[in-house]
């Protein structure tokens, strides 16, 4: 059963342009919510989180959009660099004792110059 | 750079082999997890250590042995492994308000040690 879903698997967009990446979740339970950044031969880095009682948190060219009503996130990354081009997870967890991040299956996104 | 460090980066080793990961942070992180990764899945998760103490076990099978030696280090051992096995191990820590309670702060992963079994 995947809790965390990222349906597209890849995205390409352009230099300069808005890169829009979209996680649903179905685990009700779930009230933090992050996105990770992989390049190949490397370890995911955090990039952006959010906590269930907001529903926007943004950092430089990051932005990360909760909306719980839909069990659904999206990560925007405005303006779009080459050096973003990477597989981006998305991550989910509860609050309750010990819950294990979950992760979505991941996106590559290509920016090209 | 990467603030939690795990070496070697590429292992290759026989099936009749004892090897082992190593993993070392300095964030005063108190929670450390081993995730493995296949290629084009997510991680998952295998074991998590609060306070030196194993918290959870991923009902991984007992050819990987976990070990906490102290707050800042973490290993993986490994003994008669699968070449099914073969997979990026990665390292991760977290802030940990209490033992036993998670806080909301992210994991940070290190690099990951490439493993092949032969």
């Known amino acids: 059963d995947q809790q965390v879903k990222q349906n597209s698997p890849s995205l390409s967009v352009q230099e300069g342009r808005i890169s829009i990446l979209n996680c649903d979740y179905t685990n009700s339970m779930f009230d933090y919510f992050l996105w990770y950044k992989k390049y190949p031969a490397e370890g995911p880095t955090f990039l952006i989180s959010?906590?269930?009682?907001?529903d926007k948190n943004e950092d430089g060219r990051f932005t990360v959009f909760l909306n719980k009503s839909a069990k659904h996130l999206s990560l925007h990354i405005v303006p779009s660099q080459p050096g973003d081009s990477a597989v981006y997870f998305c991550a989910a967890r509860g609050n309750t004792g010990f819950q294990k991040l979950v992760f979505g299956t991941g996106t590559r996104l290509l920016v090209s110059p | 750079d990467t603030e939690v460090t795990q070496t070697p980066k590429h292992l290759v080793m026989g099936m009749t082999n004892k090897k082992s990961l190593k993993c070392e942070q300095h964030?005063?992180?108190?929670?450390m997890y081993w995730y493995k990764q296949k290629a084009k899945k997510p991680p998952e998760l295998m074991f998590v250590?609060?306070?030196?103490?194993?918290?959870i076990n991923e009902s991984v099978p007992s050819r990987f042995s976990p070990e906490c030696p102290n707050s800042s280090l973490l290993n993986l051992h490994l003994h008669a492994l699968q070449p099914e096995d073969s997979a990026l191990y990665l390292c991760a820590s977290s802030q940990d308000l209490a033992k036993g309670q998670f806080s909301n702060s992210p994991l940070h992963f290190g690099n990951g040690t490439r493993l092949t079994v032969t």
């Open positions: 959010i906590s269930s009682i907001k």
């Open positions: 250590y609060s306070y030196e103490k194993l918290s």
């Open positions: 964030m005063g992180h108190r929670a």
